[in-house]
């Protein structure tokens, strides 16, 4: 009996968890941003040209944890993910904003701008990966979505929120 009431509550709560991954995957893609640019050790300006070197390797341990991140999302979507797997990403992905946030600086310092986002990843995350204009618009009504604002920008207090979640 006790078996049974801790199998439906583990359950439950890994259904709370797992709709709260759909509700909210962009926090997941933003705090992936944090992380990396945090790692980094220094302040990014996303609104700079850069020295062209390609994608930032990073070996810190902190980069483990967002690395580990992305599989947990994908076995939750097929079903096999545990409550601390999608625990820890989540706590992953809310410290990444906030190092995304403290480390980097677009064109006006309260807001970032979609092409800024997309230079910032093309640029020391994805190499010869291009963002297409389609796919950076889809990700800003997302972000409309489930965190609000405007379509054209995602600001500091949006980045927080996506923490909270």
Do not use: W
């Not at 070197?53 to 076995?75: E, H």
């Amino acid at each position: 009996m006790y078996f049974q009431s801790f199998k439906t509550a583990f359950a439950s709560r890994l259904r709370l968890r797992r709709s709260r991954v759909r509700k909210h995957g962009v926090a997941l893609a933003v705090s992936a941003l944090a992380t990396v640019s945090t790692l980094s050790s220094c302040s990014v300006s996303t609104n700079d040209g850069g020295d062209g070197q390609g994608p930032l390797k990073l070996t810190l341990p902190q980069t483990d944890c967002l690395a580990r991140a992305f599989p947990v999302v994908q076995s939750y979507f097929q079903g096999t993910s545990n409550v601390s797997e999608v625990g820890e990403a989540f706590n992953c992905a809310s410290e990444a904003v906030t190092m995304f946030t403290a480390n980097t600086q677009g064109a006006n310092p309260d807001y970032y701008t979609p092409k800024e986002i997309r230079s910032f990843l093309e640029q020391f995350f994805l190499g010869d990966i291009k963002i297409s204009d389609s796919l950076l618009s889809e990700a800003m009504r997302l972000k409309q979505v489930l965190l609000g604002g405007a379509i054209d920008k995602i600001t500091r207090q949006e980045l927080a929120q996506a923490q909270t979640v």
